[in-house]
């Protein structure tokens, strides 16, 4: 892939020897020789599999497929210096020279991915070498081969081709790989998904928070969708139903995790974990979602924290007008879903403004939050469900499925009839179900929906930029180059580039 696969390695447990004639390994040198050698140490390896997992939903993710989309945007800070980082996946204006991007998120997610992966492939490479509990061995397996298939499949949808490396990266001349086809990828994380499936625990047994075969059904159902194999996708995704381990929690505001509380819940099928603390393992996801420049006053009604801080600097994925207007009369989850503040210090006109409420729980410390993040909740497999069943003609099986989620946030049922007449019912529900669970870039991506929905958006903020949080300021308005990348797929980051001749 690239020299930094082997920074990855040297900078971990996982190191590998650098010359493959080396028999004797120092016993003070950790390194794969020595480190694997119980199942002790294969889940350290897995648990450190999943810590990219906390980086990528509390940085990168929102980034990346909710505010490069039409339900959140940023709130400007005219005070504040430049974001062109931020601002540039927001407005649709990535900058590309031959092929890739500078974008420092877009180089970041990268290596986020690749680094599950590369941990994903140390394990996978040596623990049939080591014998210990087959159960346990099947199960860690299981879980490598999940977070192998999910980083891959992030890849996918971010870049299409990518470099495929499946086994580890052990002297430079393995470090840059050609891009594979883009169906080659999905192959791969087909059938690391389907290798998975039957290794994992279910969620009644599995340790809370680890994949589960239920967790790797609904991702290989994403993966099938993302396909349009919907026969396949439904036939993967019917068991995890059927399962009665999952089931809509009773209120909306419930199905999200608390700061300390209610985390991996019968809603949750997978989901990202964070502790609040010193230990590292928190989030702040938050405070990044909060429009700027805001006072430790205005704060602490939202935090509920003892040390409540001024934060200054530029808002981001703040919900637009858009999603604001998407919601259905008297549907529950919109004041589930956002909230308003007031900021004295706002340069906009109202100074009110909108934040993202449904991951806003309270907790003790500043900047730092132990809020999990819902990567897939049982509301998304019935969505799902309802798009392979109505894209296979089994409309009125669909609607089922479609009017449990409305019943849940206080909608009657839909009114949609016909096959396309569901299918944009389904795809609406999406939005406002999913809303800023970072689903909408991929929901509109996949259904080729890029010019239609993401071109009048653009036209309405260069139109009306007061109404999308720019404030009544000489200056103060959309650059020149907004809206004018609106490719499916994102450019490969200029710094990898550099470090592989493929790309």
Known sequence: MKKYIIAIFAASVFLTSCEDFLTVVPETQLSSATFFKNQKDFEQA???????????????????????????????NVLFGAVDNQEDLADFSVPVSNGTTANTHVLNQWRQDYLIIARANQILDLIDDVTFDEVAKANIKGQALFLRAFAYFELARYFGSVPLHLTPVTVRSEAALPLSPEADVYAQIVSDLVAAIPLLKDKATQEAGRATAGAARTLLANVYINQKKWADAEQVLRPVVTSGQY???????????????????????????????????????????????ISAAELQPITGTSNPQPVDGEGNNIPTPDIIAAYEPGDLRKDVSIGYVFLNGAFQVPKTLPYILKFAKKHSQHNNHGTNWPVYRYAEVLLFMAEVLNEQGKTGEAIEFLNQVRTRAGLGATTASGQAGVREAIFKERR????????RWFDIQRTDRIQEIIVPYGNRIKANPQAYYYPPIAGAVPRNNVFTNLSKFYAYPAAESDLSPYF
């Open 46 to 76: 897995v648990n450190a599999t999943y810590a990219p997992l906390r980086t990528i939903f509390n940085d990168r993710a929102w980034l990346l497929g909710e505010m490069h989309s039409d339900n959140t945007y940023y709130a400007r």
């Open 432 to 439: 406002v179900e999913l809303a800023f669970e970072n689903k």
């Open 247 to 293: 089931r809509l929690m009773p209120t909306y505001a419930a199905a999200f995790s608390d700061n300390a509380s209610n985390k991996n819940n019968v809603e949750s099928v997978f989901e990202v974990q964070y502790l609040e603390g010193a230990a590292g393992l928190q989030g702040n996801f938050i405070y990044q979602f909060l429009p700027r420049p």
